[in-house]
């Protein structure tokens, strides 16, 4: 068994980033240092999507065979790699969801994409605080209403319905408000990489 990379979060990330690239060139032992360094964060998206723990187990185990089938995919200049798991999870959660194999206890599927993870011990490993930084410098230079809403939707967890009712707006007021809200959000972004 290899032992753990380094807990600093710069050597976490690229130690991470490192066995996704392993693991897209077929590495297999990649598999086993991607799964200690993400399983806790990756279960608890799965959990608090599912609401049953056998259930986040199942979905869990899927998120990494399908890993296995598609690390190649992975593209290092999109997203963080972490980021990009968290994202897969969330998605194999949502389609035990869809495809009806869940028991009692799981969220509604339009509840579950926007839902925050709260599991602070991968985060407090992978997250860079200065890109964290940037993302609430670029959320402040939006106007009030839309920095409301977005926050709300994804640091909060609250249902574009739900945010939608609260304002007493339609649906699809809300949806593109918070999609316009995120088209410059991203541009924000794209423009502090660039310098």
């Known amino acids: 068994m290899a032992a753990l990379p380094s807990t600093t979060p710069d050597d976490a990330r690229d130690a991470l980033r490192e066995a996704m690239a392993r693991l ?8 086993e240092v991607i799964y200690r360094m993400t399983r806790v964060k990756l279960f608890g998206i799965c959990l608090r999507i599912l609401g049953d723990r056998k259930e986040a187990e199942d979905a869990l185990q899927d998120v990494y065979v399908n890993l296995w089938q598609r690390a190649d995919r992975y593209d290092p200049a999109r997203a963080s790699p972490i980021s990009w798991l968290a994202t897969f999870a969330r998605n194999r959660a949502i389609d035990r969801l869809r495809t009806g194999k869940v028991r009692g206890g799981a969220v509604g599927i339009e509840e579950a994409a926007p839902l925050p993870d709260e599991s602070p011990l991968a985060d407090a490993l ?3 605080a200065e890109q964290a930084a940037q993302i ?3 959320i402040a230079g939006l106007d009030a209403r839309t920095q409301t809403h977005i926050r709300a939707a994804f640091f909060d967890g609250k ?3 739900q945010l939608a009712e609260q304002a007493g707006v339609p649906l699809g007021t809300m949806k593109s408000w918070i999609r316009r809200g995120l088209q410059r959000l991203r541009a924000c972004l794209e423009a ?3 310098v």
Do not use: P
């Open 126 to 128: 992978l997250v860079d």
């Open 136 to 138: 609430h410098k670029c």
């Open 24 to 31: 897209a060139a077929g590495d297999q032992a990649a598999l």
């Open 159 to 161: 249902t574009y319905a």
């Open 192 to 194: 502090s990489e660039a």
